[in-house]
Structure formats: structure tokens, C-alpha cells
């Protein structure tokens, strides 16, 4: 048996890895039930049951009581049968298994007459939890019940946030998740739980491997499971709560001792992003529980102060029925701190350090600066709809289950020396007003944007919601209103809640529009694309790549889950003009969650088509009109791909990965990855001769 000490040295990483990540949907809560005359009669017998139970008990003590008076002892015959007995009658008031989660919700409260159920936590060395030990910035931590009686399909442990959590259960919570668009099966408490796992997911569990017998005649057992929690530093108090009853109708078993963070102030999950076209400065932001200014340290003694701000409950959106974000979803985000690192030269390497001297520093980190623009090459990454899932057997709202795969690629990419910078287009964190998840997913994408430039382009599960002056009045954005995802993503915009931006990186102009804000002739944001695409130096940056977050053309137009269709044709007819005008080689979309090529298309007509070069690779050669690429297979649930495309649709692939590209001034080389295995999907060139 490894050592304790042993234990302690194996990377969390590498235990991270152990855990077998399983589907939420192969966990199956039993369905909320309807009182009916049927159902209180059952209640009548359960509680009749416990009654008769109590007398039984009560009777067999009363004839030990009587026999040792009159003997001084019992024979072993008359203890096994007396045992024999109470256990038969536990069981039988308790033993109505379909109907017994209910009863206790029912009852208000869970109403199983259980000495011997117990919830501990535990360390990765095994040891057990105890007052005053303190959670670091990240741990998996484990979680053990004891002493069930009866396993059940909806017993379940959640990890709930205490300082403001209520964890009784209210069945309106549907309600809010749905108005996200998350209609998978999740905990219908009054306040979300940052994780939940049904004890099922031990498999031992359900088929009662782990028991242990309640007295040496062995005639009553109980049972175990044993759960690992993959826990970060959200700054709050934190506790493990059992519950009966399955999501839908919840009551709590046990609770756990509260736990606290050894340092809620820590620097944590730093981010880069480039703020202009000279790589000569680059901005990090990260996120800490406190609100003093704190130092970024780089390049040697160089060091620049933060900026710090947050934001609060009621700059929340809502509505009726309330939002996620203002209601049980939300959680303190924190402090958000920034500063920009300046007197950097292009495409080179440094490290920095984040924090101050009275809340600690972050370990140092490597980073790279972008090449300036004009400059001849440029290497990167981009896709979007991303999100993020846990790294444990939990089950969460929105998970996305690509998203795992795909940052551990990309981290995979920068560590070879292979990425420059990184594009996000839309759809970054789902937290869609479940602030909690915008931590976990800050923490996931550290490994990627603490080493390169990480932008960002707005979607709709960031900003749409009712009175946010976006096009689009749905609820996708959970009430977040675009506030948290413009204060963890500061990009060289406009100005706040103007979320588009240009900028140049080697020998590619990046146009970076919003989907969501007014788009329509003559407004700012149409003003602004003119002008800018209209100035740009083709000479210096031959390459216009155009983004934003709904696509032009898709095969998927729309599903039953959408409100809007996926292809908003007064978007098209606004704004494809400007990208004839302006010679656009490659429009970059979100939205549709697969890959999508199209041909030189404009109009719904192919105006050029690739020809196929030497190594059978498809060639664009001084294009005529844009390429189309849908690039939102990198996270969310893929959409399948139409029996029947239209004509301009050259390519279709539902998998999980992420656009890789290669830019000098005579050639730019496209790549579709998979996640997964690594392989080159699609691929494609554009070539074009200068001053063509």
C-alpha cells in the first residue's frame, strides 16, 4: 500500500486523470410522483409501519428486560429470534422502496429512523477531514456515506457554496434552468449547488458490495459509497450535503462540517489578451477574493499595479419568472484584477508572477507575446461554443462535453511551441447566470490563456436577455447581460458595451464584430465595419478574416431547442455586401455546434470553388468572395449533419476539436483538428498573389 506521503506527491493532474469521467444521463433520479388517494393511503401504512416498528422495539425490550429479571439471562435461541424480529420489523417499515424517497419529501422532511448513516470527508491520503484544516486552491476531495440501510437510485451528495445557499427544494428551479436552454435533469433546490453526484456513481453502491455488518449476529447491514469532488478556490465556505429523493424531489439525509479555503485572496486563473497591434504590451486579468490593488512582476523587476473592479447581484438582468443570475444562481464573483504589461517586444517569451506580499503570489508562468502586425507569420487557434464540464463524475448545469478534450489539445499545441495567440468566438463559459461556473471555467482555460493571447468575441449565451439592448430578446445569457464575460474579458474594444474590435497579428487583420449588438445598415457597429475593413493595408496585412458568433450559411438553419434560427437572414442581408466590398478571405462563425465549409460563396452562390492541389488538398486561389467556416464543434453537444446540404456546403463533420491555422503573406493553411486523436480532419489552403 502507498504511503501517505506518497499519495501527497502525485499531482493532483495525474490523480485528475484516474477519475473516470461518466455520462449524467447513465444516472437515472426516479420521477417526481403525484399525490394521489393511492399514494396517501401508502403514506398512512408507512407511518402505521414506524409506529408498529416502535412497538416492537419496545415490546422485545420489555421481554429482555422481564426475562433477565426473572433469570438473569437469555438463552442464544431468544436473542437471535428477538434480533431476527426487530430486523424484520425495520424492513418492513421501511422496505415500500418505490415510494420511500417520496414519503420523506412528502413528509416534509426525511423521515428514515437511521442511527447509523454518516457523511465524512476525507483527504487524497485518506486521512479524514477535521475543524480547521484548510481546502488549498485546488483539491479533490473525497466524500464517504456510511451506514445506509437501503441504496437507492436517487440518493445523491451535492457541493453547495453556505454562505448563501438554501438547499431545501423548490420544483420552480425547472424553470430558470430551462429559460438557459439546459433541459437535462439537474438538482431542484432553492439555491443551484455548485456540483452534485449520485451516489450510484460508485459502483459498488447500487449493487451493495461495500457493507458492513451492524452487530456481530450480522443479521442487518449497512452500505457505503465513496465520491471524489474536483474543488477549486471560489472563495466561500463550502459543505457537502446528503440528499434523498433523487433532483426532483430532494430532502437532506446529513450534512457535512462546513470547509474553507486557506487563502481566498489567492492571484488566481490569469488570462492574456492582447490590447493592440504592436505586441508591444499585453493585458492578464485574474481573478482574487481581494479587492486592494495587487502587482503583476514580469521581465525581471518590471512590475504594474491592477485595476480592480466587480460586479454585483442586482446589476443582474431579470424578469418573470426571475433569472438565474439574480435568483438562485448567483454567487460573489470576486474581484476582478487587471493590468497591462507594457515595453514587451513581439514574439517573445517572458515570465510573470500575480499577487502582493500580503495575500502570497502565484507561482511563475511563461507567456508569449503575439507577432506584431504586418509582420510575415502567424500561428493560431480558433473555435467557439466551448464551455467547459467537470473533471470528476459530477454532474453540473451545461455541461459541454468536448470542451475537456479540446483545451487539453490545445495546451498540448502551445507546450510544443506551435500557437501564437487564441480565439474564442462566442459562447465561452455557458454560465448563462450560474455564476459559479464562470470560476471553474476561468480555472480550465488557465493552462491555454495564461501562456498566450486569448480573445474573445461575444455570443448569445453572454449578453441576450430582455431590456440589454441586444437584437435578440431571448434569455440565453441567464441575466448575466454580458456583465461578468466583459469584466473577465477585457478586449481592445470600442468602448463598454460596444464589443467589437479590430485587431493585427502578423499577416492577418482580424475583424471582430458582435452577432448581438445592432448590426443593421447605418447603425454604430455597421459604421464602424465600414471603416474599419475600408483602411486596412493589404500590402501589410493581406489576410481579412471576418468573425463573429452567428453564422451567414449553415445547413442547420434551426432545431426545436432554438427560439431564433441559427441564420438570421436580415444579419445576411445587412452585412454580406461589406464583405464582398472589402475582400473578406475567411468568415469565422460559432452558434452551430459542428464544422461547416462552404465554397467561395456569396449570395447563396458559389463563386469559385477549390481546386485540388498536389497532395490532394483543396486550393482557394485568389478568391472571389469569402469562405464560410462554421468552427463550433469545440465544446457543446455536436449537432448532427443534414442528410441533404445545399450546394454551397462543401464539407460537414460533427466532432469535437478545433480550427488550427497558418498565416504568411502568400499562403494561409486551414486545418479542422480532432480533439480527441489529434488528426487532421479538413484541411484547405488560400493563396493569393499581392496586389493581385
Known sequence: ???????????????????????????????????????????????????????????????????????????????????????????????????????????????????????????????????????????????????VLFPSPGDWVALVSTSHSDVSGCLLSKLKYSQTGDFSKLPLLCHYPVKAQYLSS???????????????????????????????????????????????????????????????????????????????????????????????????????????????????CSSIPKSPAIDFGWHDPGYAHSA???GLNPSTTYTYTLGSDSIGWSSNITFKTAPAGGSDELRFIVFGDMGKAPRDNSIEHYIQPGSLSVVDAMEREISAGKVDSVFHIGDISYATGFLVEWDYFLHLITPVASRVPYMTAIGNHEIDYIGTGSVYKTPDSGGECGIPYETYFQMPTQAKDKPWYSIEQGSVHFTVISTENDFFVNSEQYEWMKRDMGAIDR???????????????????SDETQLIESVDNNFVHAIEPLLLENEVDIALWGHVHKYERTCAVYGNQCKAMPVKGGNGEDTYVNNSAPVHVIIGMAGYSLDPSPSIAEKWSLVRISEYGYARLHATKKDLKFEFVNAATGIVRDSFRITKNIGK
Open 1 to 147: 500500500m502507498a504511503s501517505e506521503d506518497a499519495l501527497d506527491e502525485i499531482p493532483l493532474s495525474k490523480r485528475l486523470e484516474k477519475i473516470q469521467l461518466l455520462s449524467p444521463s447513465s444516472f437515472s433520479p426516479p420521477s417526481s410522483i403525484i399525490i394521489s388517494p393511492r399514494l396517501t393511503l401508502l403514506l398512512l401504512l408507512r407511518i402505521l409501519s414506524c409506529i408498529f416498528f416502535f412497538f416492537a422495539i419496545f415490546d422485545s425490550a420489555a421481554a429482555h428486560s422481564s426475562a433477565r429479571n426473572h433469570s438473569g439471562s437469555l438463552v442464544a435461541d431468544d436473542i437471535v429470534a428477538d434480533a431476527a424480529a426487530a430486523a424484520a420489523a425495520f424492513r418492513n417499515a421501511t422496505a415500500i422502496s418505490e415510494f420511500r424517497l417520496l414519503n420523506r419529501k412528502y413528509l416534509l422532511n426525511c423521515t428514515d429512523i437511521n442511527p447509523y448513516i454518516k457523511l465524512s470527508i476525507k483527504w487524497p491520503s485518506g486521512d479524514d477531514y477535521s475543524d480547521g484544516q484548510l481546502l488549498p486552491d485546488e483539491e479533490l476531495v473525497t466524500v464517504q456515506v456510511d451506514g
Open 202 to 316: 460508485d459502483p459498488d453502491y447500487l449493487n451493495r458490495k461495500k457493507k458492513k455488518c451492524i452487530d456481530k449476529l450480522c443479521l442487518l447491514h449497512t452500505y457505503s459509497a465513496t465520491l471524489t469532488f474536483h474543488v477549486i478556490n471560489f472563495r466561500t465556505e463550502i459543505e457537502f450535503v446528503l440528499f434523498a429523493g433523487g433532483f426532483e424531489t430532494p430532502c437532506i439525509l446529513k450534512r457535512s462540517t462546513p470547509l474553507n479555503f486557506s487563502n481566498p485572496s489567492s492571484p488566481l486563473y490569469p488570462h492574456l489578451s492582447s490590447i493592440d497591434s504592436t505586441a508591444t504590451s499585453m493585458r492578464v486579468t485574474w481573478v482574487s477574493g481581494d479587492k486592494m490593488p495587487q502587482q503583476v512582476r514580469y521581465d525581471n523587476g518590471r512590475s504594474q499595479t491592477s485595476e480592480v473592479t466587480t460586479f454585483t447581484q442586482d446589476q443582474m
Open 340 to 342: 497591462v504589461m507594457t
Open 539 to 557: 500590402e501589410r496585412t493581406p489576410w481579412l478574416i471576418f468573425t463573429g458568433h452567428r453564422p451567414m450559411y449553415s445547413s442547420i438553419s
